[in-house]
């Protein structure tokens, strides 16, 4: 069975840091695309970050960049995401997903994987 497992939230103060991580079993994703969603409470779900098959490419919503960080560890199967400078604004369930396609990630109509989430909560 093919999971991504997400870990790591919980609730920090603006201005901390936090570190997700998304481990994936049932088979090995080094050659697939992944990448990071939210959804904040009432709102539509949304791209975060994306990282290619290698963690030689990145690219990050506006509202996340130079404040978020994605990486990959293929040996271990896992995807993480950096999180430093967190606002309020970033409170939500945070989803990882993986695609065999890393073009135009953040606006695939559909995803191979996703995972079930981790809620960030960030206190004013």
């Known amino acids: 069975q093919v999971q991504l497992v997400e870990s790591g939230g919980g609730l920090v103060q603006a201005g901390g840091s936090l570190r997700l991580s998304c481990a994936a079993s049932?088979?090995?994703?080094?050659?697939?695309?992944m990448g990071w969603f939210r959804q904040a409470p009432g709102k539509e779900r949304e791209f975060v970050a994306a990282?290619?098959?290698?963690?030689?490419?990145?690219y990050f919503a506006d509202s996340v960049k130079g404040r978020f960080t994605i990486s990959r560890d293929n040996a271990k199967n896992t995807v993480y995401l950096q999180m430093n400078s967190l606002k309020p604004e970033d409170t939500a369930v945070y989803y990882c997903?993986?695609?065999?396609?890393?073009?135009?990630?953040?606006?695939?109509?559909?995803?191979?994987?996703w995972g079930q989430g981790t809620q960030v909560t960030v206190s004013s």
């Open positions: 990282i290619n098959w290698s963690g030689g490419s990145t």
């Open positions: 049932g088979r090995t994703f080094s050659g697939d695309a």
């Open positions: 997903n993986a695609d065999k396609f890393y073009s135009d990630y953040a606006n695939r109509p559909r995803y191979d994987y």
